[in-house]
């Protein structure tokens, strides 16, 4: 198993922006597909972004396009998730996942194996 560690989350005002941070514990890092989730209050798990092993390949939901941009820094053992232009729907709580079976992540939850505490993020209007 790997152990995440989610930082960076915080209160901005609606137009700023907040760099999460994703530390991994554990070998083999740069091999597995890391993936972004948030979670508002009374809503299902939602899909933010997904990055493959080497970082060359990246995927979004349409909510974010544009404004986020996923990471990473494999000999740091490191993903990030650099959010501009935030508005107040991005208020949620901010998981980062490793999909440990794969080198190139979906947009489905259940395929991610471990996953971090979560990272508060408040958008002010």
């Known amino acids: 198993q790997v152990q995440l560690v989610e930082s960076g989350g915080g209160l901005v005002q609606t137009g700023g922006s907040l760099r999460l941070s994703c530390l991994a514990s554990?070998?083999?890092?740069?091999?597995?597909?890391m993936g972004w989730f948030r979670q508002a209050p009374g809503k299902e798990r939602e899909f933010v972004g997904t990055?493959?092993?080497?970082?060359?390949?990246?995927y979004y939901a349409d909510s974010v396009k544009g404004r986020f941009t996923i990471s990473r820094d494999n000999a740091r053992n490191a993903m990030y998730l650099q959010m501009n232009s935030l508005k107040p729907e991005d208020t949620a709580v901010y998981y980062c996942?490793?999909?440990?079976?794969?080198?190139?992540?979906?947009?489905?939850?259940?395929?991610?194996?471990?996953w971090g505490q979560g990272t508060q993020v408040t958008v002010s209007s």
């Open positions: 996942a490793a999909d440990l079976l794969a080198a190139v992540g979906s947009s489905d939850p259940y395929d991610y194996d471990s």
């Open positions: 990055i493959n092993w080497s970082g060359g390949s990246t």
């Open positions: 554990g070998r083999n890092f740069s091999r597995y597909a």
